[in-house]
């Protein structure tokens, strides 16, 4: 069983940055491709970026890229996304999640198969 915690939300103002972490449980970790997903107020749960079991594929959505990085320490068994030039629309609950049967990132969340709880991230201006 895999079990996930997200750390790191909080409030920041736009155009700043906020790294937040994901410690994974489980030995199959690094076998697993990982993502990062999130959800605003009153709208669904998005795609963000999604990253390969050995960190060298990543992908984003668009309205991120270049702004967010994705990473993973494998010998931690943590997941990153470090968020930078953040907006007001970036204002969300974020998800970690795991794809054990997966190596490769993907965008659909219903390939995901373990999830975190959650941590609030709010960009106020």
């Known amino acids: 069983q895999v079990q996930l915690i997200e750390s790191g939300g909080g409030l920041v103002q736009a155009g700043g940055s906020l790294r937040l972490s994901c410690a994974a449980s489980?030995?199959?970790?690094?076998?697993?491709?990982m993502g990062w997903f999130r959800q605003a107020p009153g709208k669904e749960r998005e795609f963000v970026a999604g990253?390969?079991?050995?960190?060298?594929?990543?992908y984003y959505a668009g309205s991120v890229k270049g702004r967010f990085t994705i990473s993973r320490d494998n010998a931690k068994n943590t997941l990153y996304l470090q968020m930078n030039s953040l907006k007001l629309e970036d204002t969300a609950v974020y998800y970690c999640?795991?794809?054990?049967?997966?190596?490769?990132?993907?965008?659909?969340?219903?390939?995901?198969?373990?999830w975190g709880q959650g941590t609030q991230v709010t960009v106020s201006s």
């Open positions: 990253i390969s079991y050995s960190g060298s594929i990543t």
């Open positions: 489980g030995r199959t970790f690094s076998r697993s491709a």
């Open positions: 999640a795991a794809n054990s049967g997966g190596r490769y990132p993907v965008s659909d969340q219903r390939e995901y198969d373990y």
